[in-house]
């Protein structure tokens, strides 16, 4: 059973503390999103666990494997997209897959490179340069790398920065269908809160190098219903919602026992609305709004 | 083979391709090309007019291998410059474009050993370096075997060894350089400013100061190779070797000068390498 386990994590760069004690644990898989605004120290806590940089104090483990005192074998279980990826210029994408294969000791090379560049949307780009990528093709470059291998733990730093809006559903999907399996700890860094809501299990809301915030995403009772057209004239019977409450589009439900999110898209349609989509709602930006004033 | 080992070879093989399809690896080898175009038309040119460049010579005196020494000078001279640009060009950059051109973010999450990454980069740098290198030398050879009928003296063979050292000990002093910063610029200029600037004014110093040459300064260690490649003097493609009348002492000397800057500069570039953070 994969899991991640973070001890007193201190780091500093010179006077500034980026990481002040930060612990947590993540046993077993699932998909945890980190959350919090600029310089608010995520992606220091993912370069730690990447060994990209070393903590000033405290332990970061994967698998058990102290990362900064065995990075080679910590790192054997571990794909990772940190920051904006940058390649070899001058190797082709399948040079640079192949390369990833041969360090990660994957089996079957031509297998894996198809496997991670069907996935990813790379398979027609394989044989340019890096050198000559967009922005949005790096980074499906980046999550390809990640992917080889089918490492244990994949840590995804915005891995839909500079995609187009298919290409963000696309990534989303990519790690929904990986969370699915229940085999592998996701961990995705982002600034979205609702691709958080949307693909995470739990979410950390990470603020000034401590955590503000750990909770586990999509309580079953709370939902949010986004409708084709403004709210009017819609109301939720007892049996349906405990509380609910509109808002443009979005209406906020409290669930009551028992209800499921059919009943309430029946509902809407009863009273005339179609549903855009319904998504596990639990207030997360109110709290990251407060936690980030 | 073990898995460190494959690894290893992995890298070094891609990063041998990255070099070798570089700007900088064809811009080295437009130069080298261009240099060597220019002396052969030089040694093609002036081969029966030697008191052109030399007034004072009486050509009827001068010997086939004088004649050849001569060009043989004018060739090293260059010959021990091409290294040195070459190292700058690939070495310089070699750890701080890691941090500037940002592919650490890569590179530093596989699992790989970071000495095995610098020493797999290393290797192709050096491998390239020596590409460059070779090219000029098989157009002089060339050269030599048209325009001299005695073909080349067998200095030059042996001091071909020599530089090979020579670029090893060149290429882990940039990478020891590059190590220190996290901007390719600033490495490059303190390449160029140690190399051709520091040494040669101690050098001078020394010189004139003290009246003593810095054998332990690199370019003076690198010197041997033009003197192996002038005076030892051999049969035509004799291989045989001879340390006479370069010195003995003075070659094994310079070797282990360059040896001893081979492993420092690189003890220090893994040192540094290994504990280098990403901001």
Not at chain 2, 10 to 29: D, E, H, P, V
Request: net charge neutral; aromatic share 12%.
């Amino acid at each position: 059973m994969p899991s991640i386990k973070l001890e007193g994590i201190t780091k500093r760069f010179g006077q500034l503390k980026a990481l002040d004690g930060i612990s947590f644990d993540i046993d077993g898989p699932g998909c945890i999103g980190i959350l919090g605004p600029n310089g608010a120290g995520k992606t220091t806590m993912l370069k730690i666990l990447t060994n990209i940089v070393k903590p000033s104090k405290g332990i970061a483990k994967v698998n058990g494997i102290s990362v900064s005192e065995y990075p080679e074998k910590a790192l054997a279980s571990v794909g990772a997209l940190v920051e904006q990826p940058e390649f070899y210029p001058y190797l082709t994408a399948r040079e640079i897959l192949s390369f990833v294969v041969k360090i990660k000791m994957a089996k079957d090379e031509k297998d894996e490179i198809r496997r991670v560049s069907e996935l990813t949307s790379i398979t027609g780009y394989l044989d340019r340069k890096a050198g000559e990528f967009s922005r949005g093709m790096k980074q499906r470059l980046g999550i390809a790398v990640a992917l080889v291998g089918d490492p244990d733990v994949l840590i995804l730093d915005e891995p839909t920065f500079g995609l187009d809006p298919s290409g963000m559903k696309q990534v989303r999907d990519i790690i929904k269908e990986i969370n699915a399996k229940r085999e592998k700890i996701i961990i995705l860094s982002t600034h979205l809160i609702y691709e958080a809501q949307e693909v995470c299990d739990r979410i950390i809301i990470v603020n000034r190098g401590n955590i503000g915030y750990d909770v586990h995403n999509g309580l079953s009772d709370h939902v949010k219903i986004e409708l084709e057209a403004p709210v009017t004239g819609i109301d939720f019977p007892a049996e349906l919602a405990r509380k609910y409450r509109s808002d443009g589009n979005s209406i906020y439900i409290e669930k009551a026992d028992g209800t499921r999110n059919s009943d309430l898209i029946e509902h809407c349609r009863k009273m005339g609305h179609e549903v855009r989509w319904v998504t596990p709602y639990n207030d997360i930006e109110a709290i990251y709004v407060s936690l980030t004033k | 083979m073990n898995a460190g080992m494959r690894k290893f070879a992995a890298s070094t093989s891609y990063y041998f391709r990255n070099y070798y399809r570089s700007r900088s690896f064809y811009l080295m080898l437009v130069i080298s090309l261009l240099v060597s175009g220019l002396m052969t038309y030089f040694t093609f040119k002036y081969s029966n007019n030697l008191t052109d460049i030399l007034p004072n010579l009486k050509l009827t005196s001068v010997s086939l291998t004088t004649k050849e020494s001569v060009f043989g000078y004018v060739w090293a001279y260059v010959l021990i410059e091409l290294p040195v640009f070459s190292s700058v060009f690939f070495g310089s950059s070699a750890i701080s474009s890691e941090i500037e051109n940002r592919t650490a973010f890569q590179i530093f999450t596989l699992p790989i050993s970071r000495t095995s990454l610098l020493l797999s980069k290393y290797i192709a740098a050096v491998m390239v370096t020596i590409i460059i290198t070779l090219v000029y030398l098989v157009i002089q050879a060339g050269t030599f075997l048209l325009v001299f009928p005695a073909p080349l003296i067998g200095g030059f063979f042996n001091s071909i060894w020599l530089l090979v050292i020579f670029i090893f000990s060149m290429t882990a002093f940039t990478f020891m350089i590059s190590s220190i910063f996290n901007k390719n610029t600033y490495a490059y200029i303190s390449v160029f400013l140690i190399y051709f600037l520091i040494f040669n004014a101690y050098q001078i110093i020394s010189e004139f100061l003290y009246r003593s040459t810095p054998f332990y300064l690199l370019d003076t260690a690198a010197s041997i190779v033009e003197k192996v490649y002038l005076n030892v003097s051999l049969s035509p493609f004799n291989f045989s070797f001879s340390l006479n009348p370069a010195g003995y002492s003075d070659i094994m000397q310079s070797i282990l000068v360059m040896i001893i800057y081979t492993i420092i500069s690189m003890a220090v570039a893994l040192i540094i390498f290994e504990r280098k953070e990403v901001k």
